[in-house]
């Protein structure tokens, strides 16, 4: 039998309601998509950091480890793969917001119910 399990978090996460209330108390939101994809739409507020260079790049800009953090990318996929890199790095505080899609229709129905 193959088992499709693996010791990283990949995939975990991913509730919009809970991605949507984290970006309200002022979580950093980044789209680790490619830079293509970001600029064919991305949600407002966001920063383009792919998802392959986010660890390097948080430490780059030195951003603090217990910043808050939602991530995006596609599927969920991507942003799985950098949501565990920035935990692997010391990163505390970071949610795995899942697909952009999901991820921005969410919103829109949390922002009309205000």
């Known amino acids: 039998?193959?088992?499709l399990t693996s010791t990283l978090a990949i995939g975990q996460d991913?509730?919009?309601a809970t991605a949507w209330k984290l970006i309200e108390q002022g979580a950093m939101l980044v789209d680790v998509?490619?830079?293509?994809?970001?600029a064919a739409g991305h949600i407002e507020g966001a920063i383009n950091i792919p998802y392959e260079?986010?660890?390097?790049?948080?430490?780059?800009?030195?951003i603090d480890k217990d910043t808050s953090?939602?991530?995006?990318?596609?599927?969920?996929?991507?942003?799985g793969v950098a949501n565990d890199a920035l935990n692997a790095a010391g990163?505390?505080?970071?949610?795995?917001?899942?697909?952009y899609e999901?991820?921005?229709?969410s919103g829109k129905s949390e922002q009309s119910q205000k």
């Open 1 to 3: 039998m193959l088992m």
């Open 14 to 16: 991913k509730d919009a």
């Open 33 to 38: 998509r490619t830079p293509e994809e970001y």
């Open 53 to 62: 260079e986010v660890a390097a790049e948080f430490a780059k800009r030195a």
């Open 69 to 79: 953090v939602v991530l995006y990318c596609r599927s969920g996929r991507r942003s």
């Open 91 to 99: 990163f505390t505080q970071v949610y795995n917001g899942g697909g």
């Open 102 to 105: 999901n991820l921005a229709q």
